[in-house]
């Protein structure tokens, strides 16, 4: 069983070996570490690549910005379009698939003129026991999955960011707004910057772990069950604020945070 810091000595050398390598960056846990690994081992010839679109909240992008900036990161940012593909649009349970088969396509056209470079995504070890219709468009434009290969999990991955100062150690889950919708349910862009629009009210009030599942007039908030006494002392508060932005229902899901729920 190899230890934490002898699984990043081998991601440190896989990296190494592809010479030029565009990371698939969000700003998350994982991706965040695989991008700052990438950085140490390949300096200017690791690209971070983020995608900026609606299925993306305003405030994680910029902060994911912000984070490159400060560490130095060889970041460019591209525009991607899986908001105006009907196969998105319709959410029928392959929707993960087409937002990161768009990333990726856009990530392979953008990195043609610098010659033959390595993709890579933050997949880690906990992803294998899940279903992950991205991992399918991963395969199909031969993106590699480096903290997968060097067997490393969340728990890993937290400690590991931790000690290289990186903020999102403890950063929650996060998932595109295009997952607050029930599988089956048709996104529209209106209704996905009312769910933005409702979450950013959950953060503002310190709120770490949320979603806002979106059900039409009804809005059903998620957060972890330490949080509910907070949600019951604030109720008259986010009720008004969550309706201004155009619910009529606002709901708590006493099942509390479920991660990948798409119900």
């Not at 592809?18 to 081992?41: F, I, K, P, Q």
């Not at 300096?43 to 902060?63: C, H, K």
């Not at 969340?154 to 290289?164: M, V, Y």
Request: hydrophobic share 40%; glycine share 8%.
């Amino acid at each position: 069983m190899k230890t934490i810091e002898e699984k990043e000595q081998a991601l440190l050398a896989e990296l190494k070996s592809y010479g030029t390598l565009a990371v698939a960056y969000s700003g998350g846990v994982d991706s965040s570490y695989l991008a700052d690994v990438a950085h140490e081992a390949l300096g200017p010839n690791a690209r971070m690549i983020i995608a900026d679109s609606p299925s993306i909240p305003r405030t994680e992008l910029q902060e994911a910005i912000d984070l490159a900036t400060a560490r130095g990161w060889n970041l460019r940012v591209i525009q991607t379009q899986e908001h105006l593909s009907e196969a998105y649009l319709k959410n029928d349970g392959t929707r993960c698939f087409h937002c990161k088969n768009e990333l990726f396509g856009k990530m392979e056209s953008i990195l043609a003129e610098l010659g033959e470079v390595v993709l890579a995504h933050g997949a880690i070890e906990d992803d294998k026991g899940d279903v992950r219709p991205g991992t399918q468009a991963a395969a199909n434009h031969r993106v590699v999955a480096p903290l997968q290969n060097a067997g490393l999990y969340k728990n890993e991955i937290r400690i590991l960011s931790e000690r290289r100062g990186l903020p999102t150690a403890g950063k929650a889950s996060f998932a595109c707004l295009g997952s607050r919708f029930p599988t089956g349910t048709r996104i529209d862009l209106e209704s996905m910057t009312q769910v933005e629009k409702a979450e950013a009210i959950l953060r503002a009030r310190g709120y770490g772990q949320y979603r806002v599942r979106h059900h039409g007039d009804l809005c059903r908030i998620e957060v972890e069950p330490a949080d509910f006494d907070k949600v019951m002392n604030e109720r008259t508060e986010l009720v008004s604020t969550i309706k201004a932005v155009g619910y009529k229902f606002v709901t708590l899901d006493l099942g509390g945070y479920a991660m990948g729920s798409s119900a």
